[in-house]
């Protein structure tokens, strides 16, 4: 690490770039506030450094590194510039989004989350294509990953959804709560995008589906009402159903939250 940092700097050096480090690392997400992508603009600090990442792009091209090689470079020395390091990478090499994006999460897994947050708002590629690198590259991030790319495109959560749960199945569950948490209002559909692609519900799946509906009725906050909590309990349970999940398994479920079976049914019939 120090001999990159020293190699980084060195070569800084050489051309005229002065590269800052910041005293202390802030994500991203700190800085953006998950802001969409009509609004999204880079600070004017940023601005300056996306062009000195820019002239250390050509300066390593050059030399003959690739554009994988030097993003690992860059954010292993200088993390805390992940959101102008990917835009300078993403400028200058536009057709190598699918390389970049993975370069930089296997460089830095910590920061999957800002990466996501950049490849979105800069539109190097569509949602459900960078939701599919990203989660390939870093699985154990997936739930984060989608998350993120439907702040900046809530209208299409299920798709991102189904995406992550191809690439990722044993993380359909992690994928299925953080997905509704973030956008309850959603809910029937993330469950069925999530069922959808599996290729069995099984007990492992009734069971995810209970918690869910833990937690998204305990969630609310102080002004949610009870109809609310029972409204999203049943979205969750529409959206099995849709997905597969038998009539008997939708009603043990139901019974098991304290809803009763004529509940359910007008519900299910309603959603028909």
Partial sequence: MKLKTALTIALGLAIGITIPKATAAMTLSDEIGYIDNN???LTEENKRLVNTYLRMFRYYTKR?????RTVRVLLSNYPEHVESILHAAFERYPQNY???IKAAINAEPGFTKDIMAVAMHTQVAQPAE???????AEPAYADEIVVEASRANPANVEELVRVA??????MADSIMQSASASQ??????IVHATLSVLPAIGEYLSSSLSDLIDLITTDNDADSTEVTSRAE????LKGAYRAGMSYQEIEALADAHGIAKEEIAGAIENNN
């Fill in 233 to 236: 309990a049943l979205s969750v």
């Fill in 165 to 170: 749960v191809r690439v990722e199945p044993e």
């Fill in 130 to 136: 960078l939701v599919r690198i990203a989660v390939e």
């Fill in 39 to 41: 609004s999204y603009q």
């Fill in 64 to 68: 003959n590194f690739s554009p994988t």
């Fill in 184 to 189: 309850p209002e959603k809910v029937e559909g």
């Fill in 98 to 100: 699918e390389q970049i």
